[in-house]
Each structure stands twice: as structure tokens, then as C-alpha cells.
């Protein structure tokens, strides 16, 4: 019975990474509340069979199917799981070469903060500073990814995520209609 329910929490986790590409073990762990010693062996016997792969970010250890990601959409999902970044990156796709000081105010972060999230976005060729006069504007690289690729990614491997966001974007050209029509 033990073998079998290891299987069990081993089959869930590889299809927790498989919806969920990108993710960490502690993430694993609080979703599919499983202890850490068993999320770390499973991820690790599922990265032996060749199954999964890892890749480290920082003090974080994310995990994807194998074979199903080139590096650039693993870069960038690795992105989309993080909430400032993503919201950073969502800004730029919504705004078009905001400035630093557009994002702040909408994300409510100090520009520092703002600043190191958008030089880790720049070092990962996620995006492209702009100097316009004193200011400098921010746009996506332009032959690595477009908002296109970046809704698609989002809409399929992080639907949740897409849901909010484009219930903004409905509320968005909401309000731009009703702006336009007390014109």
C-alpha cells in the first residue's frame, strides 16, 4: 500500500509541474499538501527517469516537463510566476514603452524595487530600456518574444493568471469607451 500511494503523490506531482511549468518545491508542497521530504524525493526520482527538468533561479529551484520548453519560454515562465515581474512585463504589453515612473504608479512598488526588477528583466533579454530625452521607456526585446506570445503562454500554462488579467483589460476599454462617449 505504501508503494503505491508514493506512486500516487509521485503522478501528482509530475502533473502539478506539467501544469504548472515554472513552479518551486515549496509551491508543490502547499498545493498538493504534501511534506517537503516527499516533494523533494518524488521531483528528484521524476528529474532521475528524465521526466522533469530543473533550473535554478536565485534561491529557487523551478521545475518543467522535459522536453516541453526551449530556454527562452523557460526564462520567460519563470518570469510570468513571479508577481512583480509579471505585472511589470503585463504593463509593458498593455502601456507600450512606459517610463519607470508609469510603472511605479501603477504597481505602488518604490522606484528602487522597480529598478531592480526591470534590470533582471533587462539581463534576462526580456526587455529593452529606451532613452527618450531624461526619461527612459521600457519595451519588449524585439526578436525574442511579443505580447502575443506572452498572452498565449499565459492563457495555456497559467490560466488563473490569465483570467484576472484580461478581466482588467475588459474593465479597461470599459472605462476607455465611456471615456469616449461623454466626449
Known sequence: MRKKESNSNKERIFQFIQTNPGCYLRQIRNELDLSMGSVQYHSYQLQKGGKITSTRQGLY???FQSGAFQEHEKTLLQVLNQETPREIILFIVDQRYPTQTD???KLGIS???IN???RRLIDLN???EVREGKFKRYKLRDNSIDSRYIVELLKKHHPN?????SSRLVEMFLSLSEAEENK
Not at 493568471?161 to 488579467?165: P, T, V
Open 111 to 113: 522606484a528602487p524595487s
Open 116 to 118: 531592480w526588477h526591470v
Open 103 to 105: 510603472i511605479v504608479r
Open 126 to 128: 526580456l526587455i529593452d
Open 161 to 165: 493568471l490569465w483570467s484576472k488579467w
Open 61 to 63: 529551484k523551478l521545475h
